[in-house]
């Protein structure tokens, strides 16, 4: 059975920096897309960012302030995060699909696994 759990959420300044983790287990998703979205209170699940082999997608809204990585040896998948903002605010959910990136990447239909989410609260 698939799990992803995430880690590393947690209350920080406006300003300051947040790693979140995603260990998935049961099987290995190495050559697999892997994406991080986000739900804010009121608001629709919204994407992050996404992570093929080589090639990474970003939101608009964090590109520059968002790294996404993977380390294949620990089937994990990580969210860097700086200059946080309290827009930044919300409930992050780690994905995984059973294929490659692609095109539909940047929607949260193009993911067959999900987390159950870490919460990320950006105090001003």
């Known amino acids: 059975q698939v799990q992803l759990v995430e880690s590393g959420g947690g209350l920080v300044q406006a300003g300051g920096s947040l790693r979140l983790s995603c260990a998935a287990s049961?099987?290995?998703?190495?050559?697999?897309?892997m994406g991080w979205f986000r739900q804010a209170p009121g608001k629709e699940r919204e994407f992050v960012a996404a992570?093929?082999?080589?090639?990474?997608y970003y939101a608009v809204a964090v590109k520059g302030r968002v790294t996404i990585s993977r380390d294949n040896a620990k089937n994990t998948v990580f969210l860097q995060m700086n200059s946080l903002k309290s827009e930044d605010t919300a409930v992050y959910y780690c994905?995984?699909?059973?294929?490659?990136?692609?095109?539909?990447?940047?929607?949260?239909?193009?993911?067959?696994?999900w987390g159950q989410g870490t919460q990320v609260t950006v105090s001003s």
């Open positions: 994905a995984a699909d059973a294929g490659p990136l692609r095109t539909g990447s940047v929607y949260s239909s193009g993911y067959e696994y």
């Open positions: 992570i093929g082999s080589s090639i990474t």
């Open positions: 049961g099987r290995t998703f190495s050559s697999n897309a």
